[in-house]
């Protein structure tokens, strides 16, 4: 997987895992939802497949009539769903960090303590100042957090937030965890559009950190890519369910 210096990388794990978790039409929203519009045109057709698809052989609700003629479209796959793969230690350029549901083997639906399971000798456990954020990578520059629910912070993993404390334009890209579709901090805003076609652009009231440009791509298992654009480039990534409407707020602050 990209950075060498991400300190996820892991021994074997062993198994695959499906992550069980709630309802996400039951987790309230702790968006501010913003202005919406079409991402701006100009982009590829189509974006390549993803090859975390899920792993039910529901439909997504824009697939065609289920063949047993009744004419109703299969159920969407729930959120939890989706398969979650295991990583060793060694360094396989081929494979990605971050997908819709998960960073590396850390996947939503899973609690903090189901998560340092998955990841020997890293303890994932929640802050003690607001028990429902977690960091996931250990010191550096480079900052990802799982987060719960204030209101069960021993709860399951709803999304992850990666920021870069470092400088972006120095950092070397094997340092920055990416998209399948090639998509990290620093990314530029066209790269963006290119690669999520179909996103959306929202302008964001953020009450703890003002107006904030976010761009929202949906993924499989109604999870959600929300793309900080800070002038011009990805300035953080936030992913995993509950963010339809993009993100504002202070994660500790929720």
């Not at 303590?113 to 456990?125: F, K, L, M, S, T």
């Not at 690669?195 to 003002?210: H, L, M, S, V």
């Amino acid at each position: 997987m990209r950075g060498a210096g991400i300190a996820i990388g892991v021994a074997a794990l062993l198994g695959a895992c499906v992550p069980s978790g709630p309802n996400e039409s039951e987790e309230p929203e702790i968006v501010t939802a913003g202005e919406v519009s079409p991402l701006s045109p100009g982009a590829s057709a189509a974006a390549p497949d993803r090859a975390s698809a899920p792993t039910t052989s529901n439909a997504r609700p824009d697939a065609q009539p289920s063949a047993d003629g009744t004419g109703e479209p299969a159920p969407e796959p729930s959120p939890f769903a989706l398969a979650c793969p295991t990583y060793d230690d060694g360094l396989d350029w081929s494979s990605v960090a971050i997908e819709g549901h998960r960073f590396g083997p850390v996947c939503v639906g899973m609690t903090f303590e189901e998560a340092g399971d998955r990841v020997p000798g890293h303890a994932i456990a929640g802050r003690t100042e607001c028990p429902w954020v977690a960091p996931v990578t250990g010191d550096g520059p480079l900052e990802i957090v799982a987060v719960t629910s204030p209101v069960e912070p021993d709860g399951p993993i709803r999304f992850f937030r990666l920021v870069y404390r470092g400088d972006l334009a120095t950092a070397s890209p094997h340092d920055l965890p990416s998209t399948r579709e090639g998509v990290a901090p620093g990314s530029p805003r066209a790269d963006v559009a290119d690669a999520y076609p179909t996103a959306k652009e929202i302008t964001q009231d953020d009450p703890a950190r003002g107006v904030r440009q976010q761009v929202v791509a949906e993924q499989p298992g109604s999870h959600h890519y929300v793309f900080d654009i800070v002038d011009g480039v990805v300035a953080e990534l936030t992913w995993g369910t509950g963010l339809s409407s993009g993100i504002a707020g202070e994660l500790c602050a929720l």
